[in-house]
């Protein structure tokens, strides 16, 4: 914790997920960052790409089975519509908070000058093609182009 | 605590914003942005103007609405006040830090 004293100076945060909680948790914590003066790239891999693919972004949900948070029996989040409900109750609890959906929130990010990079190897293993994803999308890199652009002292690396 | 601004003293907590808004003046907004290295244009006073109006009103602050407001789209915002954009404006304005996340 010497660089700096500890400041954080850049975030590089990783998401790997698309359960709408963990998208909003990443998109969150990349937009305070930038709040805050720290510069903040985030990486979509695996299930994380959903995020940012056109076709699927508006269509995010909240995880009822798995989840005991939910505080909801495994098998009953198991039936048909009650992920969808679940879903439904999240999205409008968060614009009651004045949270916004995933294709404004991508906006504010890219606005707030937040970059974002799709991992080329998830692309590749889901067949997705630059065009299907956000339109201002920074690139589809690799791994190791990541980490270059983290690069330089008080950079923090985070994996959602 | 107290401190000196434009030769008046005014009243700040311990992040420097104003804690009496009735102590701001445009004088003391040039020190406090002299201070954050920003030099305030026409466009910059549009947008403390605004930041004031929405204080007044009870209004939350965050950088959502800010983008909505229709006075400064977000990238503006950020280029007008870089680094920490919302905590850099208010300041300026003499108005509290905003208790926003988003």
């Not at chain 1, 956000?134 to 959602?160: A, E, N, P």
């Not at chain 2, 789209?73 to 926003?100: C, R, V």
Request: contains cysteine; proline residues 4%; hydrophobic residues 45%.
């Amino acid at each position: 914790m010497n660089e700096f004293n500890g400041e954080v100076r850049k975030m590089m945060i990783i998401l790997s997920k698309a359960t709408l909680e963990n998208v909003y948790a990443a998109f969150v914590l990349a937009n305070g960052a930038r709040m805050e003066g720290i510069e903040a790239e985030m990486f979509f891999t695996f299930f994380g790409l959903e995020a940012i693919h056109k076709g699927k972004l508006e269509h995010l949900h909240t995880a009822t089975v798995g989840n005991p948070a939910l505080h909801m029996p495994t098998l009953l989040g198991g039936l048909p519509g009650v992920e969808a409900l679940a879903t439904n109750m999240m999205k409008k609890e968060m614009e009651k908070i004045d949270m916004p959906d995933v294709l404004e929130f991508l906006d504010i990010l890219k606005a707030s000058g937040v970059k974002l990079w799709a991992c080329k190897l998830a692309m590749e293993m889901f067949h997705y093609k630059k065009e299907d994803m956000y339109d201002d999308l920074d690139g589809v890199i690799t791994v190791g182009d990541f980490y270059k652009q983290g690069s330089g002292l008080g950079t923090h690396m985070l994996f959602v | 605590m107290q401190t000196q601004l434009a030769n008046t003293t005014v009243d700040v907590n311990e992040e420097g914003y104003l804690t009496n808004f009735a102590q701001w003046t445009p004088a003391v907004a040039e020190a406090i942005a002299k201070d954050l290295n920003i030099t305030l244009t026409p466009r910059h006073w549009e947008v403390i103007t605004y930041l004031q109006n929405e204080y007044k009103n009870d209004s939350p602050l965050s950088i959502r609405k800010i983008g909505k407001s229709g006075v400064v789209d977000i990238k503006e915002f950020y280029q007008l006040f870089p680094n920490a954009p919302l905590k850099a404006a208010t300041k300026i304005a003499g108005i509290p830090k905003p208790a926003s996340c988003i």
